[in-house]
């Protein structure tokens, strides 16, 4: 059964007038727990933070929230951890109050770790096409209808994730994950200054590759290039690394620089439970 605290108090529920509610008015962050402690924490809260400030949200204090955290998950070897942070409430309009009162929202469900799929999935090219904002890029708020309707394009069990693109044509990522495609030994991921979210796990790969000595790149690139790339794989901070075995009539095998990734983020996962 999922534990859920609202400004740190168990509750099911939060106001009608609360502007996440109304407006998806806020920013959010998923992430693992193992053994009561969440995984890569500080990192978390780093992007929590800034995408509060990409908003104007004061952002809540770091020790109140890991507090929480622990405290819902305790007890429990692995977990799902979701953490969200509003506007609060306010009186109706689009007009954020000049003063505003976060609401923080933990929810922990227990949950085994996720199938490993080291073979690869099938992934569904998403017909949706993500619009472009910039000044909502790499946000995690919590407006997700794209994804949502996204997500709703498919419903075979054995499909785990769809591909989505911009407006544009570019390659941004999945309706829940980031995509990395791997070309001559380079790792490269797309550039996200237009629309997408840039995850935690996005940003730990392209660290581990900088201390391992491999090339990577962050660029603008079409559908046609990922099809013709070596390796493609997709990673969020739940399921860690998927490799892509399917997309449209292109299939992949893991390939050696994919299987090595995801040595390096089970690793640093191992020393940082």
Known sequence: MAMMLVNGAPAESISVTDRGLAYGDGVFRTLRAVNGQPLHWSRHYAKLHGDCAVLGIPCPIESIMLSEIQSAASGHAHAAVKVMVTRGSSPRGYAPPQACVPTRIVIVEPRALLPRHSGGIPVHL???????????????????????????????????????LDQDGFVIGGTMSNLFIVEAGVLVTPDLSRCGVMGVTRARVIDLAREAGVTSRIEHFPLQRLLGADEAFLVNSLIGLWPIAQLADRTWRPGALTQRVGRWLDAEDATRN
């Open 126 to 164: 998403c017909r949706l096409r993500l619009a472009h904002q910039p000044a909502l890029a790499g946000v995690k708020h919590l407006n997700r209808l794209e994804n949502v309707l996204a997500r709703a394009e498919w419903c075979d069990p054995a499909i785990a994730e769809g591909l989505l």
